[in-house]
């Protein structure tokens, strides 16, 4: 979506630029903080400017205060908002029913999962806010998951960046067609269950939205 050069912009604004990317993702702005995320772990393996500790933290930082700030426009703003703009920057009507669906299912897991997930990182702050998800409940489920998330992304790539950096000939190639195999297998996995949990949510949100409209206007009618 966005034509960053990601290894340039950590080369020449550092790790900071990690944290703000991801504060401002976390908020819902669709920008590619898993990518710079990743981008800054690699360019910290191959080139030692700036330390993985750094990057991890900033980046950490970010998600836990931009999830936050997400969580209070979501609670201001509230659904209406989010129907008529939500689908301009990727959260369709159908992603909105979906948000609603998970959250009345299993609230805490949404926001902790949600992290590794690309459209609920960007939205699953503002749906929380909009359903009104109890806040010290989010803080807690945001936190464990904004932290889990950067050390394994970073850490991990942080530490893949080195053994790739030592991998020469077809050892080197082969492992990165498994690795591109295996990104491109979990990119499937997710639209394919994405649907699945839409189809789902429309069946199930549908029926209580009718059971709420039919007691709406059975109240109307009783008041005439």
């Not at 034509?3 to 630029?17: A, E, I, M, R, Y």
């Not at 700030?69 to 201001?76: D, F, P």
């Not at 000939?169 to 492992?175: D, N, R």
């Amino acid at each position: 979506m966005f034509d960053f050069d990601l290894p340039g912009l950590v080369q020449h604004h550092g790790f900071w630029v990690v944290g703000a990317v991801i504060f401002f993702e976390s908020m819902g702005v669709p920008l590619p903080g898993e990518s710079l995320l990743i981008a800054a772990a690699l360019y910290a393996a191959t080139t030692g400017d700036i330390t993985i500790e750094h990057v991890v933290a900033a980046s950490a930082l970010g998600a836990v205060l931009g999830d936050n700030a997400g969580y209070l426009v979501g609670r201001r703003i509230g659904p209406p908002v989010l129907a008529r703009y939500g689908p301009r920057v990727g959260l369709t009507l159908d992603r909105q029913r979906l948000g609603r669906f998970l959250f009345l299912r299993h609230g805490g897991k949404v926001v902790f999962f949600g992290r590794f997930i690309a459209f609920l990182r960007t939205f699953a702050a503002l749906l929380a806010g909009a359903n009104h998800m109890p806040w010290q409940r989010f803080l807690v489920w945001n936190a464990l998951g904004g932290v889990f998330w950067t050390c394994l992304y970073g850490f991990g790539a942080y530490l893949l960046g080195n053994q790739v950096h030592r991998l020469v000939g077809p050892f080197g190639i082969a492992v990165g067609a498994v690795a591109l195999a295996v990104v491109v297998l979990s990119v499937r996995f997710v639209r394919r269950h994405e649907a699945r949990l839409i189809e789902e949510a429309k069946a199930e949100m549908g029926e209580q939205e009718t059971a709420a409209s039919q007691a709406q206007t059975g109240r109307v009618r009783s008041k005439s």
